[in-house]
């Protein structure tokens, strides 16, 4: 009943905005939106939330708040008709404090109840049954808005082991990101002590991210925005001081609030995520949009790749699985396990295989230089392009090309089948 946009699946669950720091208090009247509300509770996307259910529905609601104050957002399940209904919220209205927003989930898909209830202040009237997604749908679209358009994806990628070139493949997607589909696209170097962004795109910025991870009560986005340095009309980055002068020991929430402004500030964010395991990293990767692994063809990277991606697929139970590039794909005369079965043994599909071209990368890398802008034609920047895309949500479908002996051949194939 709720005009606000909803989604359904993994891929709509990457559109959704993170819910801020608010208080919720759910008071439902069946074991199944209970379930519903709790599994919600443990997305990504409601983390920063504090997320209680209770049973009893608004005559709970009612009993519990005479003596307690009332949360950000008050959440009741129904199964009452319309003048009962009406009753409980004004009776519960007594005891709410101003700014306490309160959603109903109902059973009866009325557009007049819906309408009585607005009119008397309640925020939002969803039909149940429904499902985690929407749930979180529906909170987000309370406090952040009916439109998406704005929000910032997020990119993290990392490797699964050291040296397989991951921060390379990041900033050449960031690149294709910006250029191909002309999004304003920031690189973020998580990789404080050791990172290369700067390098990459020859760039010596003064100040970068460190700035914004160490002085978190200056974090604004014109203080972020003073922190970027500029590589073309529609790429910034964020790099990292490449300094071992001090210590990183950092808190599991460092780059929260960072990653809070450049969703809200920037289309693209493509995170350039070191090869480690700490609190940190673990929440960086666990609340981006899209995880992105990179592999090289042997043993260790396959192993290291399995964990990765079982981790992550029990924290974003909601989102789609981390994708895989393989990257030094060929190497001669280096025994490689085959794509196949690389694919086979993690479940999924590679979204990218990246030859092994020394020559290429190395001339791209000692200069500062992106792909693109050494060999504008070469077969990767195409391939970098649709990886990109993809990871942005706005890969297109190829179609097969019709030829004027596709009938004939599909009817001598018929024949041999016959």
Known sequence: MSDATTFSGAEGASLIPPVPRISVQSFCESAEVASVIEEAARDRRLSKAHVKTHMGGVAAAIEAFRSAPTPNLIV????????????????????????????????????????????????????????????????SALYNGQSNEALGRVIAVVGA????????????????????????????????????????????????????????????????????SRCSDTLNILAAPASIERHYDLPDQAFDGLLDIL???????????????????????????????????????????????????????????PHVIVNMSGVPKRPEIPVADFAKALEVTPIGVVPFEPKLFGSATNNGQMLAEVDGASKLVESFDEMGRLLMGRATVRRVKKTLLGPLMRRLGARKAS
Not at 196 to 205: C, E, H, M, R, Y
Not at 295 to 321: F, G, Q
Request: charged share 20%; net charge negative.
């Open 263 to 321: 969703r809200a500030t920037s289309p693209a964010i493509v995170l350039d995520v070191p090869h480690q395991w700490s609190a940190w990293t673990k929440r960086v990767l666990v609340n981006s949009d899209e995880v992105a692994i990179v592999v090289t063809p042997d043993l260790a990277n396959l192993r290291n790749a399995k964990i990765l991606m079982e981790s992550l697929r029990a924290a974003r139970v909601n989102d789609v699985a």
């Open 76 to 139: 009741l399940e129904t199964f009452s008709g319309r003048d009962e209904l009406i009753q409980q919220l004004e009776a519960l209205a007594e005891f709410c404090d101003s700014g306490t927003k309160v959603m109903v989930l109902g059973h009866e898909n009325d557009i007049s109840l819906y309408r009585s209830l607005v009119s008397r202040g309640v925020s939002d009237y969803v039909v149940a049954p429904l499902d985690p997604i929407s749930f979180i749908s529906h909170v």
């Open 161 to 228: 082991k050291g040296g397989v070139g991951a921060s390379t493949l990041a900033h050449n997607l960031a690149w294709s990101i910006s250029r191909s589909l002309e999004l304003q696209t920031i690189v973020a170097d998580l990789d404080l002590p050791f990172g290369t962004v700067g390098l990459d795109f020859n760039q010596d910025p003064p100040q970068g991210i460190a700035d914004a991870v160490f002085s978190p009560e200056r974090l604004d986005a014109n203080f972020i925005d003073r922190l970027l």
